[in-house]
């Protein structure tokens, strides 16, 4: 009935394609025709904000299935305030919305959901305001920005490719206040280990490189040529990193654990 499309990024490269068109191709074929005894229908199509050559796929596979398109940035608008944010999606207008959700790209988020729930209405389905705003708020998403602990700051995210670590990284930048941010990252050996170092390198004052407890998990000393002139430690489990990240952080840093969601699993669950 309705298709939600976040941004596409290179992601999953050994089995979506190498490039961008090649990988929204592959994400482009959930839209599909319905059809049964009694209906035959194509789907409405609600799309985050894309890069040139996704959007292009997008609406070329709308136009092919005959499907409604729906774009946030051009059909559905949002607008980011001080404390809050508000979105006019399809039908209605949503002001003084409040997320939980750290970062812009969740804003994205929230006017990609909206955009699909006010859909469902050519449906005969409909999901009042006061609902979606409700959804908005609760939304909670363990390891995207999520601070679980304050004096020293900690903070897990799970981004394990360029484009997340893109948007982590300005999260950061627009959302905290510290005196030095000590990294703690392990990445799988089948990302892009060279772009996500160099995304967050500047971030880094001080960075313990560590690997998760998983067949794929790159070996630590594998990143340490990417943080050349920072302080940087050697850890051969996320135990380990926790634990020196302990030490290391003042009340005024912030601990930013990153990289793998496996990294962030076992950071969260390990033994304090």
Not at 141 to 148: A, D, K, M, T
Not at 181 to 204: F, Q
Not at 253 to 264: A, M, N, P, Q
């Amino acid at each position: 009935m309705v298709c939600a499309i976040t941004p596409i990024s290179y992601e999953h490269t050994q089995k979506l394609g190498n490039s961008l068109r090649e990988i929204a191709t592959e994400k482009a074929g959930i839209i599909k025709v319905y059809s049964s005894q009694f209906l035959v229908h194509s789907p409405i199509v609600i799309s985050a904000t894309q890069k040139k050559e996704p959007r292009e796929v997008i609406i070329n596979r709308c136009k092919k299935l005959k499907a409604k398109l729906y774009e946030v940035g051009t059909n559905i608008k949002y607008r980011i305030e001080k404390s809050n944010f508000s979105i006019k999606g399809i039908f209605d207008a949503y002001n003084g919305l409040k997320s939980r959700l750290i970062g812009e790209h969740q804003v994205i988020n929230a006017a990609t959901a909206i955009g699909a729930v006010e859909a469902l209405r050519f449906y005969g389905i409909n999901i009042g305001a006061e609902a979606a705003r409700k959804g908005i708020y609760n939304t909670l998403w363990p390891g995207r920005c999520e601070v679980v602990a304050k004096n020293p700051l900690l903070v897990l995210d799970g981004a394990q490719n360029i484009a997340s670590s893109c948007v982590l990284k300005e999260a950061i930048q627009k959302n905290f206040k510290y005196k030095r941010l000590i990294l703690v990252l392990g990445i799988s050996n089948d990302k892009d280990i060279k772009g996500i170092c160099n995304e967050l390198r500047d971030l880094t004052d001080e960075a313990i490189l560590t690997k998760a407890n998983n067949p794929r998990a790159a070996k630590p000393e594998a990143l340490k040529k990417y943080f050349t002139g920072k302080p940087i430690h050697i850890t051969q489990s996320v135990k380990e990193a926790k634990n020196l990240a302990r030490r290391l952080a003042k009340n005024k840093d912030l601990v930013l654990v990153t990289g793998s969601l496996f990294v962030v699993g076992e950071f969260r669950d390990v033994e304090k």
